[in-house]
């Protein structure tokens, strides 16, 4: 492979302090090592506004950047070079003089279910009325109300080790966490069951990661190329574009699901009332290579079906506090 930087830079990659965070940007450093070893790659850490407050939910926040306003000023301030963030964190409009530069492969995007061990042998489906399920995401409790409206539902924060700890302390009968989280901390034995997209379809983004860098430092975003997965890319891109039309962030119900066969991608959307009550949901397939296209247009559909009345409808509760 041709080297594209001099062996005397040392670039700075920022990441949040979670257990998972590092992970996951662990992986990215040695991915690059193995790419360029003639380059030293280092990790800075910093705790982002999403990290430090816990005892808010998140759509009370109402701030679509939580989780990357302290790396991105990092980058915009010459202090790292590049950040890796959960895609699904990412927002979709980015602060000027930076750009996503890479999208790694993803690891399967679905929510999963994980029981209290009283509940072991158990699906979601058959849980009691009444059953505790935690979750801090809009878009797992919008369509979980919709499928399950018998179920309490109570929101839980704090990284996924503290989560769990709530779980197996008897706090909640079940937990709606990301599988990729899961299996990337081998936790994966802690699923009890996959949700399918008929129950719940996933976030923009999850499961990839997203790599975030100035946008004038071309020789960083040729580095970052080398780790970028195509298919991936273009189902994300897809995604995010459908958010960015419709204006959503972490604290909309909006949900999504990808697919590429050969040259075409699929993408199933879906924006949901908080309560559950009122869902519109759509498909649209065109070509992978016009994969931001096709996510505008899906946007635009679901628009003529409600969604912008629901959208309207939830932004206005998050501004009054509810």
Known sequence: MTSVSSPARTIRIGSRKSQL?????????????????????????????????????LAKIGDKGLFTKELELGMINNEIDFAVHSLKDLPTNLP????????????????????????????????????????????????????????????????????????????????????????????????????????????????????????DDTEVISLLKAIEHPQTRDRCLAERSFLRVLEGGCQVPIGVNTEINGDELTLKGLVAS???????????????AEAEKLGAELASILRQQGATEILEEIFTDIQRGA
């Open 21 to 57: 965070a590092l992970v996951q940007t662990y992986w990215v450093q040695a991915q690059l090592q193995k790419s360029f070893p003639d380059i030293t790659f280092e990790v800075h850490t910093m705790s982002t506004q999403g990290d430090n407050i816990l005892d808010v939910a």
């Open 96 to 215: 000027p003089g930076l750009t996503l530069a890479a999208i790694t492969e993803r690891e399967n995007p679905a929510d999963a279910v994980v029981l209290h061990e009283k509940h072991k042998g158990e699906q979601i489906e058959t849980l009691p009325a009444g059953a505790v399920i935690g979750t801090s995401s809009l878009r797992r409790l919008a369509q979980l109300r919709h499928k399950f409206p018998h179920f309490t539902f109570k929101d839980v924060r704090g990284n996924l080790i503290t989560r769990m700890a709530k779980l197996d302390k008897g706090e909640y009968d079940a937990l709606i966490l990301a599988v990729a989280g899961l299996e990337r901390l081998e936790m994966s034995d802690r699923i009890h069951q996959i949700l399918p997209p008929e129950i719940s379809l996933h976030a923009v983004g999850q499961g990839a990661l997203g790599i975030e860098c100035r946008a």
């Open 274 to 288: 908080v309560d559950g009550q009122r869902l519109v949901k759509d498909t649209v397939s065109g070509a992978a």
